[in-house]
């Protein structure tokens, strides 16, 4: 294993740990607006981990630029699309949990 | 066997189970809007199939038009149904059993895995290693012009196909037009996240289409796939309330719209003309010509996949 | 580094298990999109962690469609498809 290997695993390592997080929020929360809070946070911060992993590994800028490029994408998705959810819940009375 | 090779087992596998069990969840499901998330998932979860399989092109398609146009298309659909759910058709309101319909529950379940079988029995049976017609493509690819192999077959050894797949994607649109207007619905507008988010998004998917398009002629991409791309890129324009021009609505969509058919038509008669087969290039002109003919396709393909999105024929001016 | 990215991607595709749960399980209309962006935002994880693994460039570009196209399911049932009253009893 090269260096590179070494910086690589770990970060990949984690980013699937907050994959993982984000689907036992995705099972285990009590409702819609807690459940996308922990999907979009933890996968977006799971994709980041990765990309960086795989960022480290490229062969090329190029490639690099490639995975900025998707991460930035599916951040900027991800966000709208949780912002459009939670307000729709909002307006059709979804209640939110309470303890 | 060493780990890698039993990693990928388990990939493959726990996909194919995966596809199986949305495929039964997904046609099981009395609520439609369920079904549809189901359908779409099950379409995303193929891509990745079609990766393992060492098919990206046909991956590239399955996203653009998995992720971008069925869901859309079903979800439009699903929201001028009246609300309903599907019936089990098994017994009538006594609960009798209606043996007739059960016949035709039970007939598929059981020719199924006959055929399942006859067809596992077929694929064993192939020789281990069969090149299939690979090598005659890798052979004729050095005089055709592009150096993908499935680039080179959809336009240039086999594009008499491609040329009907989309006269038929037109015909599909004309038979969608012929069904009459939809009752109009109240025009909501867009609000900042969702109209941010298509501003920034409508360049990137052009972009992304021309990218496809060039990338095609060496790498997995090509005239479909890029045009699916396009098609998605306008579905989410006219989502977020996006209307062309009242003028653009009338000739100018229809020449885009045949643009792409009819170029290839008129390739193909010239190479008639000129004494060679149908669309049988000349080599030294193959690569500027497929250029051409993906380009307009790519167009045509895209505005014709928006357009079924909208659904009904534009109005006439003056109605 | 190889068996690695498979171990990953095998992982991966294990919380897509639980992304399959939540949309059977709703109860929501928005718990079932929910479950279409976890499918998105897992599989291009697990694309570009196949495109290192079997060192194909090309999956790079697939994992790029799936994160352009991501949002237009999702902003289709917002803006269409999304019934005014919620039905909370489906629980099949």
């Not at chain 1, 994408?73 to 307000?87: D, E, F, P, R």
């Amino acid at each position: 294993m090269t260096l590179s290997d070494y910086v690589a695993a770990p970060l990949l390592i984690f980013g699937t740990v907050f994959f993982l997080a984000g689907t036992v929020g995705l099972i285990r929360f009590p409702d819609v607006y807690t459940r996308l809070h922990a999907l979009t946070k933890s996968d977006n911060v799971g994709l980041g981990l990765v990309l960086a992993g795989l960022a480290v590994q490229a062969e090329s800028w190029f490639i690099v630029g490639k995975l900025m490029l998707i991460w930035l994408l599916v951040l900027l998705a991800g966000a709208s699309i949780a912002h459009l959810i939670a307000k729709g819940a909002m307006q059709r009375g979804v209640q939110m949990w309470r303890r | 066997m060493e780990t890698l090779t039993l990693l990928q087992w388990i990939f493959d596998a726990l996909t194919g189970l995966g596809l199986l069990l949305l495929a039964w969840r997904a046609l099981a499901s009395p609520q439609l809007l369920r079904a549809i998330v189901l359908f779409v998932a099950f379409g995303l979860l193929m891509a990745i199939a079609w990766v393992r399989l060492d098919a990206p092109d046909i991956a590239l398609a399955e996203v653009a038009i998995g992720a971008g146009l069925t869901g859309a298309l079903l979800l439009a659909a699903l929201a001028r149904l009246p609300a309903a759910e599907i019936v089990q058709n098994g017994a009538d309101q006594a609960g009798n059993p209606n043996y007739a319909v059960r016949i035709f529950v039970w007939l598929p379940l059981v020719l199924l895995p006959i055929v399942a079988v006859g067809l596992g029995y077929a694929v064993l049976s192939f020789p281990p290693s069969s090149e299939g017609l690979s090598v005659e493509v890798a052979a004729n690819l050095d005089k055709d012009g592009v150096s993908n192999p499935v680039t080179a077959v959809l336009l240039n050894f086999r594009g008499y196909d491609t040329l009907l797949e989309i006269l038929v994607l037109l015909l599909a649109l004309l038979g969608v037009w012929s069904l009459g207007g939809l009752p109009p619905r109240p025009a909501v507008p867009a609000g900042p996240v969702l109209d941010t988010l298509t501003r920034f998004l409508t360049p990137v998917v052009i972009l992304l289409a021309v990218y496809l398009l060039w990338v095609g002629a060496r790498a997995p991409g090509g005239a479909f796939q890029a045009g699916a791309v396009l098609g998605a890129g306008g579905v989410l324009l006219l989502l977020a309330g996006w209307r062309p021009h009242p003028g653009f609505s009338q000739l100018p969509l229809r020449l885009v719209l045949v643009a792409g058919p009819s170029l290839f038509l008129v390739t193909a008669l010239i190479t008639i003309v000129m004494g060679r087969s149908l669309l049988d290039y000349p080599p030294e002109r193959a690569g500027i010509l497929m250029l051409f003919l993906e380009t307009a396709a790519t167009l045509s393909i895209g505005i014709t996949l928006a357009a079924l999105f909208v659904g009904e024929r534009p109005r006439d001016k003056g109605n | 580094m190889q068996i690695l990215y498979f171990a990953l991607a095998l992982l991966l595709l294990l919380t897509l298990g639980g992304g399959i749960w939540r949309a059977i399980r709703g109860p929501t209309a928005a718990d079932r999109m929910l479950a279409v962006q976890v499918f998105g935002t897992t599989s291009v994880a697990t694309l570009l962690l196949l495109a290192e693994g079997s060192d194909n460039a090309a999956l790079r570009d697939v994992a790029l469609v799936f994160a352009v196209l991501a949002a237009v399911t999702a902003v289709a049932f917002v803006r269409r498809a999304w019934p005014e009253e919620e039905a909370e009893c489906d629980a099949k």
